[in-house]
Structures are given as structure tokens and as C-alpha cells.
């Protein structure tokens, strides 16, 4: 049996290689390894199986669906069975999110959330009512406002830079 963890990226098999570089369906920049959605991943080489876990970024992300059936897809044109288990404890947090997914992101010009936003302790969350700056992907510039509270799909926000005037979409943080 095979184990592949985050941890452990040099023992990828080629089944596990092409499920970690799924692309998100909704933000094909990154795949569902740099956005943290994929949990588990194993490959048992006897048994020619793969298990595979999954969190949804939110319960009602409308990808979660396309992302199964891909994670399938890619198993089965291996030569492997495939089970795909969808966890939703403990929910997804943007700081599950690779620094390669948030350069990858920021170089498709959408702002990437900040690390360590989104961290939990499993006490009470901390509200805050200072305004965050959000730096514009194209120019740097953190003379940003905010257009709309939801950008392209329910996971961004629509922001433009008050520098460049380029607008642009911010990658909430969770």
C-alpha cells in the first residue's frame, strides 16, 4: 500500500500526481491540492484502489460535485477503483490554501487571501471592525475599495484598485 500525504510529495505515483493537479472547476489556476479541498489521498498499488477525501471550501459550493466526478475520472483512467469521501469537519479555512495556489492567484490577478486569517482554535472567532487592505494583484497598490461583496462565484469579491482603476477579484478569507 501507498500512503501519499502533503507531507510526503516525492512518493507520488502518477494516479496520485494527476488527482492533486485537478484544477478547481470555478478557479482553474489552482488545483484542488493548492486549495486545500483535497484532505486524503491513498493509493493501495495491490488492490489498484485509490481513497480520496475532499472538504468543500463551503457546504453549498456547486464545484464539489465536478470535482468528484473528476477525481473518478482520473482514478479509473489509471486502471484504479476509486472512493471519494466528502468531509466537512473541520470545515475548510483559506489557511489550508499553498503559498504556490496564492502566487498562482495573485499572477492570474486575483487577490489571494492572507495566511493566518483564517485560523481556528475551536474557541470563539474574533470580530474585528477594522477595514483590511487588500492589495491590487496588477499594481500592488492598497488603495482598494471593495465594488461587491461577491465577485465571479460566492468565494470572491468584487474590489478595483483606486491606483491603476484596474478592477479585479479578492479570494475571501475564511
Same mark, same amino acid.
Given at each position: 500500500?501507498?500512503v501519499v500525504?502533503?507531507?510526503? %510529495? &516525492? &512518493? ?12 478547481? %472547476?470555478?478557479? %482553474? @489556476? @489552482?488545483?484542488?491540492?493548492? &486549495?486545500?479541498? &483535497?484532505? #486524503? ?15 468543500? $471550501?463551503? +457546504? *453549498? ?7 468528484? #466526478?473528476?477525481?473518478v475520472h482520473?482514478?479509473?483512467? #489509471?486502471?484504479y477503483?476509486? +472512493? @471519494? ?6 470545515? !475548510?479555512?483559506?489557511? !489550508? ?11 492570474f490577478?486575483? /487577490? ?10 475551536? *474557541?470563539?472567532?474574533?470580530? +474585528?471592525?477594522?477595514?483590511?487592505? @487588500? ?10 475599495e471593495?465594488?461587491?461583496r461577491? *465577485?465571479? $462565484? ?8 483606486? /491606483?491603476?482603476?484596474? %478592477? ?7
Amino acid at each position: 500500500m501507498t500512503v501519499v500525504t502533503e507531507a510526503e %510529495p &516525492l &512518493l507520488r505515483s502518477a494516479v496520485a500526481q494527476a488527482i492533486s493537479d485537478i484544477p478547481d %472547476p470555478e478557479v %482553474p @489556476v @489552482v488545483t484542488i491540492d493548492d &486549495l486545500g479541498i &483535497l484532505r #486524503h489521498l491513498e493509493v493501495d498499488e495491490a488492490a489498484h484502489r485509490v481513497s480520496v477525501a475532499i472538504t468543500p $471550501t463551503y +457546504s *453549498g459550493c456547486p464545484a464539489m460535485e465536478a470535482i468528484e #466526478h473528476r477525481i473518478v475520472h482520473e482514478a479509473q483512467r #489509471h486502471g484504479y477503483a476509486c +472512493s @471519494v469521501e466528502t468531509r466537512l469537519s473541520p470545515a !475548510w479555512t483559506t489557511d !489550508w490554501m499553498s503559498e504556490r495556489g496564492r502566487s498562482r492567484l495573485r499572477e492570474f490577478g486575483i /487577490a489571494p487571501p492572507e495566511p493566518g486569517v483564517g485560523t481556528r482554535d475551536g *474557541g470563539p472567532v474574533a470580530v +474585528s471592525l477594522q477595514v483590511r487592505q @487588500v492589495a491590487c494583484p496588477q499594481c500592488g497598490s492598497t488603495d482598494t475599495e471593495e465594488l461587491a461583496r461577491f *465577485g465571479s $462565484t460566492a468565494c470572491k469579491a468584487l474590489r478595483r484598485c483606486l /491606483a491603476c482603476r484596474e %478592477p479585479f477579484d479578492q479570494f475571501k478569507e475564511i
